[in-house]
C-alpha cells in the first residue's frame, strides 16, 4: 500500500460538515452515473413479491393475510443485494483508501455514505410499497402502515448491512457471505415490522411496534458505523 | 480544547443522546402488550379484540373440563384466579393437559366471548419436584398448590 | 503480570500448558458426566408433573448455557483480538465456533424432543427458540467469514467484529423468556435466589454443567492446538515436535 502523508494534528482542524456534503454530493453523483445499478435490486423487489401470489396462491384472503409479510421479505432481500455495491466501487478505485486518510471521522463518513446509500436504494423501495400493496389487496390503512415501518426500518437495514459489507469487502463470494452475516441480524427489525401491519389489521395499538422500530432505527444509527468503520479498515489494510 | 478531543467527545455525546432516545422507546414499548398475549382478566376487561388470532393462556379450572362424546370437542375454563374464560378446542390435547394445570392456546375469540382455539400447548414452570413433594404440598394447603403448578 | 499475559500471547507456550492439563480436564470432565448422567437419569426422582420426561434437562439445560456461554467467551477473545492484537484469542475463537455451533444445535434438539410430550410440540416460535436459532445463524456466519479472508491478521479482526456485533443477541436469549410470556419456562438456576427444584435434582445437574464445562475446556484447547500446529507449521518447534517424537505427537494432533 502507498503510503500517504498523513496529516499533522494541527491541520486537522478542517470543517467537517462542508466535507461530509461533499461525500454526500460525490456518492449521489456517482450512483447517478450508474443508474442501472440501482434499478436492479428495484425490479428484483416486483419480481419476488409476484412470485408469491403466482407460487403460492392468489386468493385475496392469502395475500391480505400474508402481503405485508411477503412486502417485508422482499424489501429484506433486495436491500441484500443492493449492500453488495455500497462501498465496493469506492474500493475497486481506491477512493476507501483516500477516505480512510481524511482528517474528518471515519464514523461521520459512514454515516453519510450508508445514508445516500439508502436513498437511493430503501427510499425506492418504500415509493413502490403502495402500488404492490393493491396488487396483493392490502387495504389503505395497512399500506400507509406498512410504509412508515419501511420508511423506518429500511434504514436500519442499510445500516446493520454496512457492517456485512464492510466485512466482504473484497471477497470472492461475498454475496452469499453477507447474507449469512446479515439475515440473522435482520430477523427483529422484519419481526417488528410485519408485527406493526398485523396489528394494525387486528384493530390493536401499534405505538409500541413503531416504537420498538424507532429504537432500532437509533441504535443501529449510533452503533452501526463504529463496527462499519472497524470492518473498513481491515478490509482495506488487507488489499 | 483540542479540535480532536471536541470531535472526539461530539460523538460520544451523539452516542449517548442515541441510546438514551432508545432506551426510551423500548421503555415506552414495553408498557404495552406487544406479543398478542393475553390472560383472562385481560379478556374479562374486554381488551383482547375478537377474530384476531391471539395467545391466551392460565390455569384450567378444576372441574371444568367438559368432552364431547362424539367428537374430539373439548371445553374447559382458563383462570388466573381472578377471572376465567371457556375455551373450545377440537382436536388432541397434549399429554400434561389436566385441570389445574397452565396452558397457552393460540386462536380467536368469537363474539359470545368463547375463545376458540386451534393449538393448545401445556406450559410448566421453572418448577420441578418430586412427587411425594407435590403430594404433601398438595395435602398441606391449596394456596401452595396453585403456586407450585 | 503482563510478563503471564504475553507469556499467555505465545502459541508454544501454550502447545506445552495445553498438553499438561489436558488429561486432567478430560478425565475429570469423564468422571462427572457418567457420575452425572447415572445419577440424574437413574437415582434423581421424577417430576410430579412430568414423570421421567424431564430428565432431558440433565443434557438440555448444560448444552444451551455453554452455547451461551461460549460465545461470551468468543466475544471477549474478540475484544483482546482487537485491543492487543493477540494471536492466541483468535485461535480460541476459531476453535471454539465450530464447537458452539454444535452445542447449539443439540440445545434446539434436545428442547424439541423435549417440548413434544411436555408443551405437546416439537418446535414453536417464541421468543426464546427464536433467539436462539438466531445464535446458531450467527455461529454459523463466524465460521463461514473465518474460512473466507485467507489472511490470517485480517480474518482475526473481521470475525472478532463480527462477533461483537453479533453479541446483543446474548441478553435478548437470556431475558427473553421474562420480557415475553413465552411458552419456555424461565432458568431453573438464577444468580441471586435458590434453584427452583430440590438438591436431589440440581445437584446432578450442576454436576452435569460441571462436566459439560470441562469438556469443552478439553474440546477447546485440543482444537487449539491443531490450529496452532497449522498456523505455526513452519516454525522450528513444530517441526520438531513432529519430527522427534512423530508418534506421540500425531497421536495428540488427530481428534
Same mark, same amino acid.
Request: hydrophobic content about 55%; aromatic content about 10%.
Given at each position: 500500500?502507498?503510503?500517504?502523508?498523513?496529516?499533522?494534528?494541527?491541520?486537522?482542524?478542517?470543517?467537517?460538515?462542508?466535507?461530509?456534503?461533499?461525500?454526500?454530493?460525490?456518492? /449521489?453523483?456517482?450512483?447517478?452515473?450508474?443508474?442501472?445499478?440501482?434499478?436492479?435490486?428495484?425490479?428484483?423487489?416486483?419480481?419476488?413479491?409476484?412470485?408469491?401470489?403466482?407460487?403460492?396462491?392468489?386468493?385475496?384472503?392469502?395475500?391480505?393475510?400474508?402481503?405485508?409479510?411477503?412486502?417485508?421479505?422482499?424489501?429484506?432481500?433486495?436491500?441484500?443485494?443492493?449492500?453488495?455495491?455500497?462501498?465496493?466501487?469506492?474500493?475497486?478505485?481506491?477512493?476507501?483508501?483516500?477516505?480512510?486518510?481524511?482528517?474528518?471521522?471515519?464514523?461521520?463518513?459512514?454515516?453519510?455514505?450508508?445514508?445516500?446509500?439508502?436513498?437511493?436504494?430503501?427510499?425506492?423501495?418504500?415509493?413502490?410499497?403502495?402500488?404492490?400493496?393493491?396488487?396483493?389487496?392490502?387495504?389503505?390503512?395497512?399500506?400507509?402502515?406498512?410504509?412508515?415501518?419501511?420508511?423506518?426500518?429500511?434504514?436500519?437495514?442499510?445500516?446493520?448491512?454496512?457492517?456485512?459489507?464492510?466485512?466482504?469487502?473484497?471477497?470472492?463470494?461475498?454475496?452469499?457471505?453477507?447474507? /449469512?452475516?446479515?439475515?440473522?441480524?435482520?430477523?427483529?427489525?422484519?419481526?417488528?415490522?410485519?408485527?406493526?401491519?398485523?396489528? *394494525?389489521?387486528?384493530?390493536?395499538? *401499534?405505538?409500541?411496534?413503531?416504537?420498538?422500530?424507532?429504537?432500532?432505527?437509533? *441504535?443501529?444509527?449510533?452503533?452501526?458505523?463504529?463496527?462499519?468503520?472497524?470492518?473498513?479498515?481491515?478490509? *482495506?489494510?488487507?488489499? | 480544547?483540542?479540535?480532536?478531543?471536541?470531535?472526539?467527545?461530539?460523538?460520544?455525546?451523539?452516542?449517548?443522546?442515541?441510546?438514551?432516545?432508545?432506551?426510551?422507546?423500548?421503555?415506552? =414499548? &414495553?408498557?404495552? @402488550?406487544?406479543?398478542?398475549?393475553?390472560?383472562?382478566?385481560?379478556? =374479562?376487561? #374486554?381488551?383482547?379484540?375478537?377474530?384476531?388470532?391471539?395467545?391466551? #393462556?392460565?390455569?384450567?379450572?378444576?372441574?371444568?373440563?367438559?368432552?364431547?362424546?362424539?367428537?374430539?370437542?373439548?371445553?374447559?375454563?382458563?383462570?388466573?384466579?381472578?377471572?376465567?374464560?371457556?375455551?373450545?378446542?377440537?382436536?388432541?390435547?397434549?399429554?400434561? &393437559?389436566?385441570?389445574?394445570?397452565?396452558?397457552?392456546?393460540?386462536?380467536?375469540? @368469537?363474539?359470545?366471548?368463547?375463545?376458540? =382455539?386451534?393449538?393448545?400447548?401445556?406450559?410448566?414452570?421453572?418448577?420441578?419436584?418430586?412427587?411425594?413433594?407435590?403430594?404433601?404440598?398438595? #395435602?398441606?394447603?391449596?394456596?401452595?398448590?396453585?403456586?407450585? @403448578? | 503480570?503482563?510478563?503471564?499475559?504475553?507469556?499467555?500471547?505465545?502459541?508454544?507456550? +501454550?502447545?506445552?500448558?495445553?498438553?499438561?492439563?489436558?488429561?486432567?480436564?478430560?478425565?475429570?470432565?469423564?468422571?462427572?458426566?457418567?457420575?452425572?448422567?447415572?445419577?440424574?437419569?437413574?437415582?434423581?426422582?421424577?417430576?410430579?408433573?412430568?414423570?421421567?420426561?424431564?430428565?432431558? !434437562?440433565?443434557?438440555?439445560?448444560?448444552?444451551?448455557?455453554?452455547?451461551?456461554?461460549?460465545?461470551?467467551?468468543?466475544?471477549?477473545?474478540?475484544?483482546?483480538?482487537?485491543?492487543?492484537?493477540?494471536?492466541?484469542?483468535?485461535?480460541?475463537?476459531? $476453535?471454539?465456533?465450530?464447537?458452539?455451533?454444535?452445542?447449539?444445535?443439540? $440445545?434446539?434438539?434436545?428442547?424439541?424432543?423435549?417440548?413434544?410430550?411436555?408443551?405437546?410440540?416439537?418446535?414453536?416460535?417464541?421468543?426464546?427458540?427464536?433467539?436462539?436459532?438466531?445464535?446458531? +445463524?450467527?455461529?454459523?456466519?463466524?465460521?463461514?467469514?473465518?474460512?473466507?479472508?485467507?489472511?490470517?491478521?485480517?480474518?482475526?479482526?473481521?470475525?472478532?467484529?463480527?462477533?461483537?456485533?453479533?453479541?446483543?443477541?446474548?441478553?435478548? !436469549?437470556?431475558?427473553?423468556?421474562?420480557?415475553?410470556?413465552?411458552?419456555?419456562?424461565? $432458568?431453573? +438456576?438464577?444468580?441471586?435466589?435458590?434453584?427452583?427444584?430440590?438438591?436431589?435434582?440440581?445437584?446432578?445437574?450442576?454436576?452435569?454443567?460441571?462436566?459439560?464445562?470441562?469438556?469443552?475446556?478439553?474440546?477447546?484447547?485440543?482444537?487449539?492446538?491443531?490450529?496452532?500446529?497449522?498456523?505455526?507449521?513452519?516454525?522450528?518447534?513444530?517441526?520438531?515436535?513432529?519430527?522427534?517424537?512423530?508418534?506421540?505427537?500425531?497421536?495428540?494432533?488427530?481428534?
Amino acid at each position: 500500500m502507498l503510503k500517504l502523508p498523513r496529516l499533522t494534528p494541527r491541520q486537522e482542524s478542517q470543517p467537517v460538515l462542508p466535507a461530509l456534503l461533499g461525500v454526500l454530493r460525490r456518492d /449521489l453523483l456517482a450512483n447517478f452515473r450508474r443508474r442501472q445499478e440501482l434499478f436492479n435490486p428495484l425490479i428484483f423487489f416486483v419480481m419476488v413479491v409476484a412470485l408469491f401470489p403466482l407460487g403460492v396462491s392468489p386468493e385475496v384472503e392469502f395475500l391480505r393475510q400474508s402481503g405485508a409479510g411477503i412486502l417485508w421479505v422482499a424489501a429484506l432481500l433486495s436491500t441484500l443485494l443492493s449492500l453488495d455495491h455500497l462501498f465496493r466501487h469506492d474500493f475497486d478505485e481506491g477512493v476507501l483508501e483516500q477516505m480512510l486518510l481524511q482528517p474528518q471521522p471515519l464514523y461521520l463518513m459512514v454515516l453519510v455514505k450508508v445514508f445516500s446509500h439508502w436513498l437511493v436504494t430503501g427510499l425506492p423501495l418504500v415509493l413502490m410499497t403502495p402500488v404492490l400493496g393493491v396488487m396483493l389487496h392490502l387495504d389503505g390503512n395497512s399500506i400507509g402502515y406498512l410504509c412508515l415501518t419501511l420508511l423506518v426500518g429500511t434504514p436500519v437495514l442499510s445500516f446493520i448491512g454496512a457492517i456485512g459489507a464492510a466485512l466482504t469487502l473484497g471477497l470472492r463470494s461475498a454475496g452469499i457471505l453477507l447474507s /449469512l452475516l446479515i439475515i440473522p441480524l435482520y430477523i427483529p427489525v422484519l419481526i417488528f415490522g410485519t408485527g406493526t401491519v398485523t396489528a *394494525v389489521a387486528a384493530g390493536l395499538p *401499534v405505538g409500541s411496534y413503531i416504537a420498538l422500530l424507532g429504537a432500532l432505527l437509533v *441504535v443501529a444509527i449510533t452503533c452501526a458505523p463504529f463496527a462499519t468503520a472497524a470492518a473498513l479498515r481491515i478490509s *482495506v489494510s488487507n488489499s | 480544547m483540542h479540535p480532536q478531543r471536541k470531535r472526539r467527545l461530539t460523538i460520544i455525546l451523539f452516542l449517548l443522546v442515541g441510546l438514551g432516545i432508545a432506551v426510551g422507546l423500548v421503555t415506552y =414499548a &414495553f408498557r404495552q @402488550n406487544i406479543n398478542l398475549f393475553y390472560d383472562p382478566s385481560q379478556i =374479562a376487561a #374486554g381488551e383482547a379484540p375478537a377474530d384476531v388470532r391471539i395467545r391466551a #393462556g392460565g390455569m384450567v379450572e378444576e372441574g371444568s373440563v367438559e368432552r364431547d362424546p362424539d367428537s374430539l370437542l373439548v371445553s374447559f375454563n382458563v383462570t388466573d384466579f381472578k377471572h376465567s374464560v371457556t375455551m373450545q378446542y377440537t382436536g388432541i390435547l397434549p399429554d400434561l &393437559f389436566a385441570e389445574g394445570q397452565g396452558i397457552v392456546a393460540m386462536g380467536k375469540m @368469537n363474539n359470545d366471548g368463547v375463545f376458540v =382455539a386451534d393449538q393448545v400447548l401445556a406450559k410448566h414452570d421453572e418448577n420441578y419436584m418430586p412427587p411425594e413433594v407435590a403430594k404433601a404440598m398438595k #395435602g398441606k394447603s391449596p394456596a401452595a398448590d396453585t403456586s407450585t @403448578n | 503480570m503482563w510478563q503471564f499475559f504475553h507469556k499467555l500471547g505465545s502459541p508454544k507456550w +501454550f502447545y506445552g500448558i495445553a498438553s499438561r492439563f489436558m488429561p486432567w480436564l478430560l478425565g475429570s470432565s469423564l468422571l462427572l458426566m457418567v457420575a452425572g448422567m447415572v445419577w440424574g437419569l437413574a437415582f434423581a426422582p421424577p417430576d410430579y408433573l412430568q414423570g421421567n420426561s424431564y430428565r432431558i !434437562i440433565f443434557i438440555h439445560v448444560p448444552t444451551a448455557f455453554l452455547a451461551q456461554s461460549a460465545y461470551v467467551m468468543m466475544a471477549v477473545a474478540g475484544i483482546v483480538t482487537l485491543v492487543w492484537r493477540m494471536k492466541l484469542a483468535d485461535v480460541f475463537v476459531k $476453535a471454539v465456533a465450530p464447537v458452539g455451533a454444535v452445542l447449539t444445535f443439540l $440445545a434446539l434438539f434436545t428442547g424439541a424432543v423435549w417440548g413434544k410430550p411436555t408443551w405437546g410440540t416439537w418446535w414453536i416460535w417464541d421468543a426464546r427458540l427464536t433467539s436462539m436459532l438466531i445464535l446458531l +445463524f450467527l455461529y454459523c456466519g463466524v465460521i463461514a467469514l473465518g474460512n473466507a479472508i485467507a489472511d490470517e491478521k485480517s480474518s482475526a479482526r473481521a470475525v472478532a467484529v463480527l462477533v461483537l456485533v453479533g453479541v446483543v443477541n446474548i441478553p435478548i !436469549i437470556k431475558y427473553s423468556v421474562e420480557w415475553w410470556n413465552t411458552l419456555h419456562q424461565p $432458568a431453573t +438456576f438464577k444468580l441471586t435466589e435458590k434453584p427452583s427444584m430440590p438438591p436431589e435434582m440440581w445437584v446432578p445437574l450442576l454436576v452435569m454443567v460441571l462436566a459439560l464445562y470441562l469438556f469443552f475446556g478439553w474440546i477447546a484447547c485440543l482444537r487449539m492446538q491443531n490450529e496452532i500446529l497449522y498456523r505455526e507449521r513452519r516454525s522450528s518447534w513444530v517441526k520438531a515436535i513432529m519430527g522427534t517424537g512423530n508418534a506421540r505427537a500425531s497421536a495428540k494432533v488427530t481428534d
